[in-house]
């Protein structure tokens, strides 16, 4: 559900030109009328489900390719479970009982976890989080800290069978 200031992004415009389609001819590929094609472009309709699909298949990506959304960017306080080596750390956040944690993904322990997108920007005082996920997905990510070298398996049979969450882990 949305929380209010979120924006759906639509890119369909400019990859359909990158193509050299016209808005007719993508409307013929996918089973639509010129004028939704136009619709969907100027923001005025976001496509169900089953159109954006067809729209991703025929222009060869993926939908959030095509549409993404855009969330407004809120500094949000963080505590950091390790020190940052410098200011401006990308970190992995997680909501631990209602607070955010997040670990640093720079410094001496940064390739011990191989390379990972980050969570999160970390301020200059270090003590706030921009977020570059939802907080819903933030709220659906665990945090395993141990040293047992299995943990990128456990992570990915996590992933299987529940793709809404995630998985953190860190040896310590």
């Known amino acids: 559900m949305k929380s209010g200031g979120e924006k759906i992004i639509c890119r369909l415009k400019e990859l359909r030109q990158s193509m050299g389609w016209s808005q007719t001819e993508l409307a013929r590929r996918v089973g639509v009328k010129r004028q939704a094609v136009y619709d969907m472009e100027s923001g ?3 496509p169900n489900t089953a159109l954006a699909l067809r729209l991703a298949r025929q222009m060869a990506c993926r939908v959030e390719d095509l549409f993404f959304e855009k969330i ?3 500094e949000q306080p963080v505590t950091l479970v390790e ?3 410098r200011e401006d750390t990308r970190i992995e956040v997680a909501n631990v009982r209602g607070r955010l944690v997040g670990y640093p993904l720079a410094g001496k322990r940064a390739f011990n976890h191989g390379f990972r997108p980050a969570d999160g920007l970390l301020n200059t005082e270090g ?9 819903e997905t933030i709220d659906q990510t665990i945090v395993l800290l141990g040293c047992d070298p299995a943990f990128s398996i456990l992570r990915a049979h996590v992933l299987r ?5 995630r998985m953190h882990y860190r040896f310590t």
């Open 44 to 46: 005025k309709y976001v």
């Open 72 to 74: 407004p960017e809120i």
């Open 83 to 85: 020190t940052p080596e």
């Open 127 to 135: 003590d706030g989080v921009k977020l570059l996920y939802p907080q």
């Open 161 to 165: 069978h529940t793709p809404a969450v």
